[in-house]
């Protein structure tokens, strides 16, 4: 997988970034690029954009688990699709 700078569908990921990038103002969400969360034991998957519940250290004393993903579908994975 190539990094999210490298492809082209950077563009893509900072609209979406742009989208929600209200809610993180507001303090109600951390939007992150590439933002890895705790989904089991052993899997950490990094969706190209996350939209995490808010927690004022910024999930610096532990990563996101499932239940911090706000709207579990907002862990978006953008593809990089030629045409």
Not at 4 to 18: E, W, Y
Not at 47 to 64: I, K, S, V
């Amino acid at each position: 997988m190539s990094t999210l700078a490298s492809c082209r569908c950077f563009p893509r990921v900072s609209r979406l970034t742009h989208l929600f990038a209200g809610l993180a103002v507001a303090r109600e969400a951390i939007v992150q690029a590439q933002g890895a969360f705790r989904a089991d034991g052993l899997s950490r998957p990094q969706p190209d954009l996350a939209l995490f519940r808010w927690r004022d250290d910024f999930y610096a004393a532990a990563l996101a688990r499932p239940d911090d993903v706000l709207l579990p579908a907002v862990a978006v994975a953008v593809a990089d699709v030629l045409g």
